[in-house]
T-cell receptor
């Protein structure tokens, strides 16, 4: 079935760039999303990319999509301690009726 | 506009009991989805309701059920609770019709602990 995979942990220093990677399997995905979850909270949509795009930039966030390799990445420039959270990538699986399939989440730890 | 609200925020039950969780979507949103989040399994899709009909379902046993009311509010029910049902249950609402851009707005979740 459809699967989304991410590495589980990433640790960076404040001010550095963070890159969180994700691979997905459903080639029918039209939209791919990045969500952020802070401790004790629900998920917040950070950004998304449409499948006919290679890159999308939104302030400190850059999303890169390699559709051939089914690889998605989220780059956070000038990472701050407030960026510490769990980041989930997700794809819309049309093979499964349009539901969102989430990766396991990458826990980003930002050290001062 | 008020966000997605979930009640209760925390719940403690014992094995064998049943539980009902409630979700109120953002006004105007007709789609409500439920997810179970656990450290081991991550975020898993339970089901989605749209206009009072279950439109999609994940791979969970029949002990997990849900419904949606005419005002789009949704409830999920878990019967005969097991220890493994301890999780954060997240509800998300959306305006999306099937196949469209599907931005889901999440509530803060209900933390269920089964003893």
């Amino acid at each position: 079935g459809e699967d989304v995979e991410q590495s589980l942990f990433l640790s960076v220093r404040e001010g550095d760039s963070s890159v969180i990677n994700c691979t997905y399997t459903d080639s029918s995905s039209t939209y791919l999303y990045w969500y952020k979850q802070e401790p004790g909270a629900g998920l917040q949509l950070l950004t998304y990319i449409f499948s006919n795009m290679d890159m999308k930039q939104d302030q400190r966030l850059t999303v890169l999509l390699n559709k051939k390799d089914k690889h998605l990445s989220l780059r956070i420039a000038d990472t701050q301690t407030g960026d510490s959270a769990i980041y989930f990538c997700a794809e819309v699986s049309y093979n499964q009726g349009g539901k969102l399939i989430f990766g396991q989440g990458t826990e980003l730890s930002v050290k001062p | 506009k008020a966000g997605v609200t979930q009640t209760p925020r925390y719940l403690i039950k014992t094995r064998g009991q049943q539980v009902t969780l409630s979700c109120s979507p953002i006004s105007g949103h007709r789609s409500v989805s439920w997810y179970q989040q656990t450290p081991g399994q991550g975020l898993q899709f339970l089901f989605e309701y749209f206009s009072e009909t279950q439109r999609n379902k994940g791979n969970f046993p029949g002990r997990f059920s849900g419904r949606q009311f005419s005002n789009s509010r949704s409830e999920m029910n878990v019967s005969t609770l097991e220890l493994g049902d301890s999780a954060l249950y997240l509800c998300a609402s959306s305006t999306a019709l099937a196949g469209d851009y599907n931005e889901q707005f999440f509530g803060p979740g209900t933390r269920l602990t089964v003893l």
